[in-house]
């Protein structure tokens, strides 16, 4: 009987051995009944789908498309990295070929900082963005920190107003932007037709998420939204509020084709920052200037910045901006000096 109860005993153990067997052997080859009892391993579950027929559909491109993304985001966070202010706020400004040219606009930007009240170490903290390999060079000859944005448009000649690739640029400018916030970066970003006196932070309060510059300034309240925005200087501070905001407002073109991302946040400027809760204002001219106020006197006592707004044509740009910057040297020169009506300049 023992022996009997020992036999029963060995098969059975060499029943479980073979079913065990089996199932490691089914595991580890391919399944020989059809694309639809495929497992596709996590690790490349992004390359391939099920469709509703049961049939594997394979997308290589995808993955390609996701590690280019992956690396392009790598490089512009060590440029952001590398520029960012002690509590990660940067500069930034946008230029292509045409104003990237030697003697234009980008010159002109970058030698205003070198005449401002303390605004020489800002540049420091400055990335410019290329929107072409040729300003791209050009930015790397002239500033160390550059970043070429990736497209397939032609921005290389100049951008008129509402003409051509400006819209595109615009909008791309705009996508750039809320990059910049979800790596966690804020900023200020100033148009390449800006010359620079005075550092604009100073003037943007503690506790606002977005401030952006505006043509004319009513009132003295910056907290009312009711002036029309332009989008030449923003600050945006980086949080998931903020990032939010810049995707609702992205997302609201496609209800409102043609129009620019000034445009359509004069629009739906005060929903966009209530649905976010963003704390938003304007920065009066008196800091942030330009030529849009035609009437308005110059105070250099108060400009942070002066902008070639409203007006035509890149040549007309350089040669008014340069004769405010030279206005600005010759008032910082005098400034202080015994029988001048120029007191000395404080920030």
């Known amino acids: ?49 099920a469709g509703n027929n049961g049939t594997q559909a394979h997308h290589p491109s995808k993955a390609l498309a996701s590690s280019a993304k992956d690396k392009d985001d790598d490089e512009l966070a060590q440029v952001l990295r590398r520029a960012a ?6 500069i930034m400004t946008f230029t292509n070929e045409a104003f990237a040219a030697p003697g234009s606009l980008m010159d002109l930007f970058l030698e205003s900082f070198h005449h401002g009240l303390k605004t020489s170490p800002l540049l420091n903290h400055l990335v410019i963005v290329a929107a072409d390999a040729k300003a791209f060079a050009r930015c790397q000859r002239a500033h160390p920190h550059c970043y070429l944005l990736a497209n397939n448009r032609n ?16 909008w ?28 604009p932070l100073l003037r943007i309060p503690v506790a606002v998420d977005f401030a952006m510059s ?33 995707e609702g407002w992205y997302e609201a073109r496609k209800g409102h ?7 359509l946040f ?19 001219t008196e800091y942030l200037g330009g030529f849009c106020e035609r009437r308005k006197r110059r105070d250099f006592n108060k400009l942070c910045t002066y902008h070639g707004n409203c007006l035509v044509g890149l040549r007309r740009k350089l040669e008014r ?20 009506n120029i007191t000395a300049l404080t920030d």
């Open 214 to 246: 505006c043509d004319m300034y009513y009132g003295d309240n910056p907290y009312d939204l009711n002036k029309r925005a332009n989008g030449g200087f923003v600050y945006a501070r980086a949080s998931p509020r903020t990032v939010a905001f810049y």
């Open 321 to 340: 901006l340069r004769g405010v910057l030279e206005e600005w040297k010759q008032f910082k020169a005098k400034a202080g000096k015994p029988g001048s």
């Open 85 to 90: 202010m002690e509590d990660n706020t940067i």
């Open 266 to 284: 004069d629009k739906l400027k005060r929903e966009l920052a209530a649905r976010h809760g963003v704390a938003a204002q304007f920065v009066d």
């Open 155 to 170: 921005f290389t000649g100049e951008l008129h107003f509402m003409k051509g690739n400006y819209l595109d640029m615009m």
């Open 1 to 49: 009987m023992k022996a009997v109860t020992n036999l029963l005993r060995f098969l059975l153990l060499a029943a479980i051995s073979t079913v065990a067997c089996v199932v490691l052997l089914l595991q580890r080859s391919p399944c020989p009944c059809g694309h639809g009892g495929v497992v596709v391993p996590a690790a490349h579950a992004d390359l391939a789908t």
């Open 257 to 263: 084709p043609g129009k620019n991302e000034q445009d």
């Open 172 to 199: 791309r400018r705009n996508r750039f932007q809320a990059r910049v916030l979800s790596l966690g970066y804020s900023f200020v970003f100033t148009d390449v037709d800006i010359v620079w006196f005075r550092n």
